[in-house]
Nanobody, 126 residues
């Protein structure tokens, strides 16, 4: 059974940094498309970044230059390094995998990912 567990969230001031982790059991990241997503209260879930099995990445325009997605295949862990955090980054953050291991088209189609974790809360104060 596939299980994703996110961690690393917390409360920071604007301009601060956090690194989120997503540990997987029953799943191999190295051959899969993985993504980070977020959902703020009252808003629709949105894609933040994705990394494909070849290492290629995509980012939402709102986080380009500030967030970096990466994975450690040996640890089967996905990361999201978040720098220069803004209050509008406040949300619950989730990791998930592309269905069948493939990245959907468009890559930001969050509904085409599955094996969602329980999420980790990120709160950025001004």
């Amino acid at each position: 059974q596939v299980q994703m567990v996110e961690s690393g969230g917390g409360s920071v001031h604007a301009g601060g940094s956090l690194r989120l982790s997503c540990a997987a059991s029953g799943y191999t990241y190295s051959s899969s498309c993985m993504g980070w997503f977020r959902q703020a209260p009252g808003k629709e879930r949105e894609a933040v970044a994705r990394i494909d099995s070849d290492g290629s990445t995509n980012y939402d325009d709102s986080v380009k230059g500030r967030f970096t997605i990466s994975q450690d295949n040996a640890k089967n862990t996905l990361y999201l390094q978040m720098n220069s955090l803004k209050p509008e980054d406040t949300a619950m953050y989730y990791c998930a995998a592309g269905r069948g291991g493939y990245c959907p088209k468009p890559w930001w189609a969050w509904w085409a990912y599955n094996n969602w974790g329980q999420g980790t809360q990120v709160t950025v104060s001004s």
